[in-house]
């Protein structure tokens, strides 16, 4: 297996990697949710893989005398078990001479859907539309490691023996006997977590490898935002009935911006959302909707943003009016 691929992976897993090479990896991920219930024959990997390994060669410069394997690249670096939403691969990592494999767990709610899962410790796990979770093979062996993009609640078996940890982009979160909801979208500038009952640790990972700690207790109907884009957070109080109010169908937006809410209906309604021009409008919007048609939640925001939409084969097009700045 070449070096790069498998470096890329486990600095995907350390949360090391850029929002480039986040975004490839996990559209990497993404391509199975239309593969499943279907096992990839081994005469047909090259060709599912050839996208990803041009995405890769334009990321990852190849020098002129190193050999890509052809189109079979990740049959070296991954075997895939697509059945039920479940994908299965191998990350080989060198320990001195000898190779041991790590497997992982991949489970996916598409856009649209939502799903619960049982973990093998006894954890329950509900996942929100367009997220997924990642479980390592040696889940429960000596900790209880989980990697996390999206939604998700989590309701934990506690074992103080083997802490309970989810990874997300560069935040570290660990149960303390609890239950609690994580929300980090990759295109959102926030990841938040909300604690039900008991408590939370957040720390973050830093450039040099050792993490910061922001909140080492998090209780009941509190929570921590991080903002991504400068690097800060804040820690605040929430309502018990916000923190699970997407698991009981209500579409909610908390200081969010137009395309935020944008990329919350194409997850939420498995619709396409597209922009016919920009805007300057940087407002931020609290709204929201309770099981509701897209229609109807379409016709609320229009009237609070003053945007203009339509409909076409599925595919919701909005016009945006910009905003003139005010002469002081």
Known sequence: MD??????FERYQAGK?????????????????????????????????SGLDQDMLRLVPVHKNKSWLGNHWMQA????????????????????????????????????????????????????????????SDFGKKDRQLFLTGEAFFNVKHDPAKPFTIHSGKLLIQDIGTTFNV???????????????????????????????????IIH????????????HILNRIRTDDITAWKRNQLRFDNASVPEIAHALERWYNVT????????????????????????????LSSLTEMKYEIDNGVIYINLKHKKRSMN
């Open 183 to 217: 929300k980090a979208y990759p295109d959102e500038r926030q990841i938040r977590v909300a604690v039900e009952s008991g408590e939370v640790r957040v720390e973050k990972t830093m450039d040099n490898g050792k993490t910061e700690t922001f909140a080492g207790s």
């Open 3 to 8: 070096s790069r691929i498998k470096e890329l």
């Open 77 to 136: 670096a991954a075997v895939v078990l697509v059945a039920s939403g479940l994908i299965l691969f191998q990350v080989l990592k060198k320990t001195g001479s000898s190779q041991s494999a790590v497997s992982y767990t991949l489970i996916t709610a598409p856009n649209g859907i939502k799903k619960d899962v049982l973990l093998p410790d006894g954890t329950s796990v509900s996942l929100n539309s367009g997220s997924g979770i990642r479980v390592p």
């Open 17 to 49: 990697t850029s929002k480039e090479e986040n975004k490839l990896v996990e559209d990497w991920f993404a391509r199975f949710d239309n593969k499943q219930q279907e096992i990839l024959a081994r005469n047909e990997k090259g060709d599912r893989f």
């Open 221 to 232: 109907n509190q929570q921590l935002i991080y903002n991504r884009d400068n690097d800060s």
């Open 273 to 300: 959302v597209k922009f016919n021009n920009k805007t300057t409008d940087n407002r931020l919007y609290t709204v929201s909707f309770n099981n509701e048609p897209a229609a109807d939640v379409l016709k609320v």
